[in-house]
Structure formats: C-alpha cells, structure tokens
C-alpha cells in the first residue's frame, strides 16, 4: 500500500514570494490533515479535511495560508505572501475517517525555508 | 483536550527494553492514549493507540494505569533505529467529533550501541 504523498520535498523562497504544497493521501482515506512543525516542536494542525469539506481550520492564518482538497483526494496548501516564520516542515497526513480511534499516517514532509 | 507531561529526552542501550512514561492526569473517559514517533527527517509515524486494557503489536506495548492517569509505551528489544522522538498523545473518541492530534514536544530518546 503506498504511503501519503508529498511534494516538492524542499522549498527555498524569499519572503513575500508565494509557495505551494501537494499532497496525495492514502487511496481511500476520507480524512487528510496539513500540518507545520517548527525546528525543535512538535506538528501543529494547520486545517482538517473530511472528504472535500473543512472540518477545522481554526489555527490556520487565513490572512495567508490556504488549501483546497478538491474531488475529496489530492490536497494543495499554499502560502501568500511568505513571512520569514513561515519556515518549517509542513506535513500531511491521512487517515480512513472510520472507527472510534482513528490513527493518522503521515508523508515525509516539505521543508520550507523562507529567506 | 488532555495535555500530557513527558520527560524531555531518555536514553536506553541497544538490546534493552526502553520504557518511555507519559503522565495524562487530566484525562476524560472517552479519551484514547496514543504513541506515536518521529526519526529524524521523516514524518511521524503511529506505533499504538489504548483506551483502558493494556496494548501490545509487533512495534511496541502500551501500558495504562488503572486510574487511566499515566501510561509506559515499552519498546522490548530496542534498537539503534528506534533512536527518535516518542509523542504521548491524548485525544476523543470519535464519537465525540472528528480525532485531533495536540502534539507537544515528546520525549527524545536515544539509543546507543
């Protein structure tokens, strides 16, 4: 079964510049999760997805930062314009949406580096 | 959502048990304890999830107090690859709504030769 999907793997930018992040969830998972993790903490959610809706986005600074999953599958994150504490690892996950406990199955990650 | 307390970092030899503790005092009775990891440049990956009954899978075992207030993930045999950071997690059934993940700054365990 292949894993969840990310790309680019890296990312250099200057601030104010604008940057996108995609994902491929795992084939039939309902739920997807973006999240950022800072050097040195631990991954903090960005915005849920069920499906195609938004089912949280209240951390997400929606002044900049945006994302679609659209057919409910693939998901893109982007970020405009950059700030300098932008830069982080931004991680998606996946899970089925089913069960009363539900564990998530994260991709390797995009490494953000906002100069 | 139940925070937890996690000692900073551990370190364990290779070929030994590593015992990882994970104080949850505050938690509520729908909420599930999970353990996940993290090496290093990779994202974090599940290792196990409990409610009450203590867990065991080809990872690691999961041990929960009887009063649900602390938990012990126990790697049995660990190995140099098991060098990463362990998050004690606690979070909803699903019942309640959909899960969230509150992740804080684990426990960094190192596991020498």
């Known amino acids: 079964e292949a894993g969840v999907a990310q790309s680019p793997r890296y990312k250099i930018i200057e601030k104010r510049q604008s940057v996108a992040f995609w994902c491929n969830p795992i084939?039939?998972?309902?739920?997807l999760y973006w999240y950022q993790q800072i050097l040195g903490q631990g991954p903090k959610l960005l915005i849920q997805?069920?499906?195609?809706?938004?089912?949280?986005d209240s951390q997400l600074p929606k002044d900049r930062f945006s994302a679609e999953r659209l057919k409910g599958v693939d998901s893109t994150l982007k970020i405009q314009p950059a700030k300098l504490e932008d830069s982080a690892v931004y991680l998606c996950?996946?899970?089925?949406?089913?069960?009363?406990?539900?564990?998530?199955?994260f991709g390797p990650g995009t490494r953000l580096t906002v100069l | 959502d139940a925070k937890t307390t996690q000692p900073t970092s551990m370190d364990c030899a290779e070929g030994r048990a590593a015992n990882l503790p994970c104080n949850h005092s505050?938690?509520?009775?729908?909420?599930?304890v999970y353990w996940y990891r993290q090496i290093h440049s990779q994202g974090p990956q599940y290792i196990i999830h409990?409610?009450?009954n203590n867990e065991t899978n080809e990872m690691a075992s999961l041990i929960i107090t009887e009063d649900r207030k602390s938990s012990t993930l126990i790697l049995p045999h660990a190995t140099l690859r098991d060098t990463a950071v362990y998050y004690c997690?606690?979070?909803?059934?699903?019942?309640?709504?959909?899960?969230?993940?509150?992740f804080g700054t684990g426990t960094r365990l190192l596991v020498s030769p």
């Open positions: 084939s039939g998972h309902a739920t």
């Open positions: 996950a996946s899970s089925s949406g089913q069960g009363r406990a539900d564990t998530q199955y």
């Open positions: 997805f069920q499906n195609n809706g938004v089912v949280d």
């Open positions: 997690i606690v979070s909803p059934s699903r019942d309640t709504g959909f899960q969230k993940l509150v």
């Open positions: 409990g409610l009450k």
């Open positions: 505050t938690i509520s009775g729908n909420e599930y």
